[in-house]
């Protein structure tokens, strides 16, 4: 009886230093994914079906202010809704995440301190074995100042394309583009002068003395105008 005690306790503990090794190994892979989500640069953000947070990594609390103690059981749209968009907006993000499908976008969400940012956000529905919907994972990257590049690219562009003939060059005068209204004033189609220095529109009239008053004001006080 003893020795069958023994032996039973032998297998026992056998059993159940494996049954811990691989407690272990779960947890060490488990710390794993949270340390790799937490290094993430892109805001994370995991929500149960209803949308309550439960769970958001470093980079979401610098994007928007909020620690994830502050917004454990809230809603996103508590805490984050700018007002900017409507309500079918976010009718057509739920009927797609719903729909178990991956929803890709951008929107201006609110900061804690209630700055606006704009934002790129996917929204990726999460399964259990029965296949429900039993989770939503955000990842969120702050794309403001890319829109506001855009916004000023857009500028630039509708203002390079006014009825007034303009030239750009690069630090050391070389030409870069000219748009149309250069063409209609000058004759010359962009092909001819793009790489070209603007001396060759030179008509002799005006001495060094003009040229090298321009190239001073251009230097000291980043303009100049004249005739």
């Known amino acids: 009886n003893d020795l069958l005690y023994l032996f039973t306790l032998a297998i026992f503990s056998g059993t159940t230093s494996i049954y811990i090794v691989k407690v272990k190994r ?8 949270d340390n790799a989500l937490n290094a993430a640069a892109n805001g994370i953000l995991i929500t149960n079906r209803s949308g309550k947070i439960e769970w958001a990594n470093q980079a979401f ?3 928007t202010g909020y620690s994830l ?15 900017k968009q409507n309500s079918q907006f976010y009718k057509t993000m739920w009927d797609t995440i719903l729909y178990k499908k991956v929803w890709h976008g951008e929107l ?11 934002e790129e ?22 794309i403001t100042k890319r829109k506001q590049t855009e916004s000023e690219l857009r500028i630039a562009a509708t203002v390079f394309n006014a009825q007034e003939g303009m030239v750009i060059t690069n630090s050391d005068g070389i030409i870069l583009k000219v748009n149309h209204a250069f063409t209609r004033i000058t004759g010359y189609e ?3 002068v793009i790489g070209k220095s603007p001396r060759m529109f030179r008509s002799g009239i005006h001495d060094e003395e003009f040229y090298a008053t321009m190239w001073k004001s251009i230097h000291q006080t980043k303009a100049w105008q004249g005739e």
């Open 26 to 33: 779960k947890l060490d892979n488990l710390q794993l994914k």
């Open 69 to 83: 103690d502050e917004v454990y059981s809230l809603n996103p749209k508590v805490i984050l809704r700018s007002g």
């Open 108 to 118: 201006i969400n609110r900061r804690k301190d209630g700055s606006f940012y704009d």
């Open 61 to 63: 609390g610098d994007l």
């Open 121 to 142: 956000m996917t929204i990726t529905p999460v399964t259990d074995r029965d296949g429900i919907i039993s989770h939503f994972i955000a990842v969120k990257q702050d």
């Open 190 to 192: 962009p092909d001819e």
